[in-house]
């Protein structure tokens, strides 16, 4: 997954595309869950690397 994604996305966009990819994963692990909520954080502060 590209760096140029995120930063063309609109954080709408953004979120519909995590919970598109999150309905097709497995299960996510704790460690899994607290790294998407930081991408979710860093999105929305519009700080994304």
């Known amino acids: 997954m590209s ?3 995120y930063m063309s996305q609109q954080p709408e966009q ?3 595309y995590i919970k598109r ?7 996510l ?3 899994k869950r607290e790294y998407i909520t930081r991408i979710f954080q860093t999105a929305k502060s519009g700080d994304v690397k």
């Open 29 to 31: 692990t704790e460690e």
């Open 21 to 27: 990819v999150l309905a097709d994963a497995p299960p």
């Open 14 to 16: 953004f979120g519909d």
């Open 3 to 5: 760096k140029g994604f």
